[in-house]
């Protein structure tokens, strides 16, 4: 069975603050996405990346994911209220399914 | 419309009742995916179709649990003598390719919050 793990669950900092957040697999990925939920909305892509190693960003965004394709961590420099949101790691190893993490919660305090 | 929706978006039953959760995709899209996502958590993969043939129901939680998308475009989750642990919110995804789905975009609607009491 796949396991799926993000760190922190939570986390609240003011704006302007940098933090990064993690998401680990016990099992190598064909590719891994990262989302982001609103309240009562629908997950938004961020991005995906399907090769080990990779470094990618997305404005403030810097996303990095592991040689061995099991790990990654996505790191928010100068963060604004706007990236309050729920930060979800998706993997997904070839079939039908795509497998969710339970995400990490970030609230940012104007 | 230009994304996913979905009906309605909030449904309070009670326990025993049956319900009908509707998603409409984004026109031409081949695949579609419904998800569970029970408070503070991420969404969990029910069941995924390609236009209409259900591919995989492995996630379907019991045969209380129903889907279908008869002309392989709009989908109806069913959900008979719902329970209280029934309650969630219900996303739905579509994508425009027929595989690959970790490789593109799923595009969710809102969701249907289900309330059970």
């Known amino acids: 069975t796949q396991l799926l793990e993000q760190s922190p669950q939570f986390l609240s900092i003011q704006e302007g603050e940098n933090l990064t957040v993690y998401c680990n697999s016990s099992?190598?990925?064909?590719?891994l996405q990262w989302y982001r939920q609103e309240p009562g909305e629908g997950p938004v892509l961020l991005v995906t990346?399907?090769?080990?190693?990779e470094v990618k960003k997305l404005k403030r965004l810097t996303f990095q994911f592991g040689d061995a394709r099991k790990d990654s961590s996505l790191h928010i420099t100068a963060a604004q209220p706007g990236d309050t949101g729920l930060y979800l790691c998706v993997f997904w190893a070839g079939s039908y399914q795509l497998t969710f993490g339970k995400g990490t919660k970030l609230s940012v305090i104007p | 419309g230009a994304g996913v929706s979905q009906s309605p978006r909030y449904k309070v039953a009670k326990r025993g009742q049956d319900v009908a959760l509707r998603c409409d995709p984004i026109s031409g899209h081949v695949s579609l995916f419904w998800y569970q996502q029970a408070l503070g958590q991420g969404p969990e993969f029910l069941t995924y179709?390609?236009?209409?043939?259900?591919?995989?129901k492995s996630g379907l939680p019991s045969d209380r649990f129903f889907a279908e998308r008869p002309e392989g475009s709009v989908s109806t989750l069913k959900i008979q003598r719902t329970q209280q642990e029934d309650s969630a919110v219900y996303l739905c995804?579509?994508?425009?390719?027929?595989?690959?789905?970790?490789?593109?975009?799923?595009?969710f609607g809102p969701g249907t919050r289900l309330t059970v009491l």
């Open positions: 099992s190598v990925f064909s590719s």
């Open positions: 995804a579509s994508l425009n390719s027929g595989g690959g789905a970790g490789y593109n975009e799923q595009f």
């Open positions: 179709f390609q236009n209409e043939a259900q591919l995989d």
């Open positions: 990346v399907v090769t080990g190693g």
